[in-house]
């Protein structure tokens, strides 16, 4: 065996595993996926319930449905919001903890500790402040009496409620991304910044000209993940709002929080259509892959004008 | 070397286990998870079998997920449960025929489709309006009055009226958040479909179907809905979960309590001492006396299991064995839905139930004649809004219409 040959079996040996349970769980449910968009699929035993070939029948009643279109929206505007909140604050507190503070690794861990709660624990307990927490500060605090006010349940309507899912996003995800920005932060080489202190540049103007160019890298990769994290939110969605509080579309009463992922889970398991999901999942996937795209070159881009 | 033999020892001990055969249950209440795996496991010993349970609950999306992936999967249980017409359909083509059982003649709620039995009754289980009698009679009601419409509407607002002295928070403890959806559109929605009809009536439900409605039996409905709603705390209402509801009623905070005798192991965990029970729905204006008693749930054998002649005697041995009904009744807590068994739940509500059962006083569950999708989908918005306040009644009115009338087009 020559050294060429040998080194491409460890290779491929070594990718094995990977490789096959990527095939296994991501590739072929893919395509299957993919074909089922298009059929009548529902995986149960009806009487009426074979596969048949329903071409784009999935996809039109997708695009008809006001619950679907508002999800849709609901998810770009949640998105946007999203992404902008936890990258502020995350680099805020990356800012907070890479100066000079005692226990700075203290405040690191705490920031970064929510990161390991499961979103549906995570909705749960915020559900509880949101909903009991809150309202018992605004009867004991009498200048935040408004808070004790069931009209002012941030769960109760619909805009707070999604409000209040940005601050549970921000709250779960801040830690992780400031985590990259500190990585970067530190990389920075001190003498530039000292350079620059010496020359009288003001800290907003350091952190305008040197601080945020420097971490332009690190800017193409928390908007990637913070886009589609926040894109793909559930876990977070289904235990603190189950979509709800209601709201009307197109003069249908529809749930007023039900981001993409949680319209199309509900769609297959308790609408029980199943295909029609899939023709959605495919539709999520397809936006998704496109406005990443995007925004990694959008970001590229800009790390080279930096 | 050693941990090779303990390994090799799981193996065999696995292997053991399933060459003995499986036999594997899926059902749909959680809060009976420990008590039947206890009596499945000593049953399986005696017919020399594993028997594995698996419990899965929620709303209309509970079970369902799993057991798709499993049929898919072609994993099927041999016996899983159902809940109604809409899911027996899902499931028509692997469900067993078992008209033929000794357990059919000794139960009248069993699940039946075209003059056949498919599903065996796991129990019996009723709601009404569950109501704190000590307040009740504090604030000098009886609860016997309470069959309809003014009745109700007399008593709420003179229960309101003395808050203080009842030391409550509200009047009911209602629930109508999108995550209690079951409470609104599953539960109170039969008031609309059953409430004051012959058991088994479906003469409104197939009108429904098919997309008339009785507008004045849906305005009364709707005077009903309000009258929940304005007596509710808020705060329970638009944005408390199960526990919140239940929580309210359980320390006295609210008279009334929206929910069925399942709340019973509930009550007891939280120290509820005081009397209670069940009263009619007050949603007409005529009087309904009566509440709403049929079985939640069925037990359906896959047709294609190897092991259908052991999950046919499972089911039988539920009913005809001494254990069977220990398990049923004093661990699982359920009132049975079978004749011949002398045992009797402790808890005060499913007593209520017996009672209203035993006086022949009940109305059916028909919601399940409606789907998931409409129920959860198309309903629930429509009550947390009325709930919430951002529609009016006649609007209300008007959206439950025309939600009916879309219905009935597809």
């Known amino acids: 065996m020559t050294k060429k040959t040998e080194s491409s079996l460890v290779f491929w040996v070594f990718l094995a595993p990977v490789l096959f349970a990527f095939i296994m769980v991501m590739v072929i449910p893919f395509f299957l996926g993919s074909y089922y968009a298009f059929t009548n699929w529902s995986s149960s035993a009806r009487v009426d319930g074979g596969l048949r070939f329903v071409g784009l029948q999935n996809f039109a009643e997708s695009f008809r449905d006001p619950a679907f279109l508002y999800s849709f929206g609901i998810t770009f505007a949640y998105t946007i919001l999203n992404m902008i909140a936890i990258n502020v604050v995350a680099f805020a507190l990356a800012l907070l903890v890479t100066g000079e503070l005692r226990l700075k690794n203290v405040y690191r861990v705490g920031f970064f500790v929510p990161n390991l709660i499961g979103g549906l624990i995570l909705g749960y307990i915020w559900q509880f402040i949101f909903n009991n927490a809150i309202p018992s500060l605004g009867r004991i605090i009498p200048v935040l009496g408004f808070l004790a006010n069931p009209g002012n349940l941030m769960l109760s309507k619909n805009t707070s409620a999604l409000a209040a899912m940005i601050v549970v996003g921000t709250w779960q995800y801040a830690g992780y991304i400031m985590m990259i920005y500190v990585a970067a932060i530190e990389n920075i080489p001190q003498e530039l910044l000292e350079a620059a202190k010496i020359d009288g540049a003001t800290p907003w103007i350091r952190l305008k000209s040197i601080t945020i160019p420097l971490c332009a890298q690190a800017f193409t990769v928390t908007m990637f ?11 977070v969605n289904v235990s603190l709002t189950s979509g709800g509080p209601s709201t009307m579309l197109m003069g249908q009463p529809i749930l007023g929080t039900e981001l993409l992922a949680l319209n199309i889970y509900n769609t297959a398991f308790i609408s029980n259509k199943l295909s029609v999901a899939q023709a959605r999942a495919f539709v999520f996937f397809f936006v998704l892959a496109i406005i990443s ?9 800009r790390e080279i004008e930096l | 070397m050693k941990r090779i033999a303990l390994a090799f020892m799981v193996l065999m001990a696995a292997t053991a286990a399933f060459g003995a055969g499986k036999l594997t249950l899926m059902q749909n209440k959680p809060e009976i998870d420990a008590q039947i795996k206890a009596y499945a496991a000593e049953w399986g010993k005696k017919n020399n079998v594993t028997v594995v349970i698996k419990s899965i609950g929620g709303t209309s999306g509970g079970m369902g997920p799993q057991l798709k992936a499993d049929y898919a999967a072609g994993d099927m249980p041999d016996i899983f449960a159902f809940d109604g017409l809409e899911s027996y359909k899902e499931w028509e083509g692997v469900i067993l025929d078992l008209s033929k059982e000794p357990w059919v003649s000794k139960t009248s709620v069993a699940f039946k489709y075209n003059g056949k039995v498919y599903g065996f009754p796991v129990a019996v289980e009723g709601w009404g309006m569950a109501y704190n009698a000590d307040l009740l009679a504090k604030a000098g009601i009886d609860p016997k009055t309470l069959t309809n419409y003014d009745a109700y509407k007399k008593a709420f607002e003179k229960l309101d009226s003395m808050k203080k002295e009842l030391g409550i928070n509200s009047v009911v403890s209602m629930a109508a958040s999108v995550e209690m959806g079951w409470v609104t559109a599953h539960h109170n929605f039969n008031s609309l479909l059953s409430n004051g009809l012959p058991y088994g009536d479906l ?3 197939n009108d429904l179907l098919a997309g008339k409605v009785d ?18 705390d808020k705060t329970v209402l638009l944005t408390g979960n199960y526990d919140a509801q239940v929580g309210a009623f359980a320390t006295g ?10 709340v019973d192991p509930n009550l007891k965990a939280a120290n509820a001492t005081f009397k209670m029970a069940f009263a009619p729905h007050g949603s007409m204006k005529k009087t309904t006396d009566g509440i709403f008693v049929a079985a939640p749930s069925f037990y359906a054998i896959n047709k294609d299991s190897k092991n259908v002649a052991l999950a046919k005697k499972f089911l039988n041995d539920l009913v005809t064995t001494p254990e069977g009904h220990t398990y049923m009744v004093k661990d699982a807590g359920m009132i049975p839905a079978f004749s011949g068994i002398n045992l009797n739940p402790e808890g005060q509500l499913s007593k209520s139930v017996q009672q209203w059962s035993a006086a022949g006083k009940v109305y059916s569950w028909n919601q399940y004649y409606f789907s998931g999708d409409f129920r959860d989908k198309v309903l629930t918005p429509i009550y947390n809004q009325f709930a919430a306040g ?21």
């Open chain 2, 215 to 232: 507008m004045q039996r849906l305005q009364e409905y709707a005077d009903w809905v309000e009258l929940l709603f304005k007596y509710a």
């Open chain 2, 390 to 410: 951002s529609i009016t009644k006649a609007q209300f009115v008007d959206l439950m219409a025309k939600a009916f009338k879309d219905n009935a087009k597809k």
């Open chain 1, 293 to 301: 795209i995007i925004q990694v070159y959008v970001n590229k881009k």
């Open chain 2, 253 to 262: 905070k609210a008279v009334f309590l929206h929910q069925g005798n399942w």
């Open chain 1, 225 to 235: 993940l913070t886009l589609v994290n926040s894109f793909k939110q559930f876990d």
């Open chain 2, 203 to 205: 003469s409104v439900v």
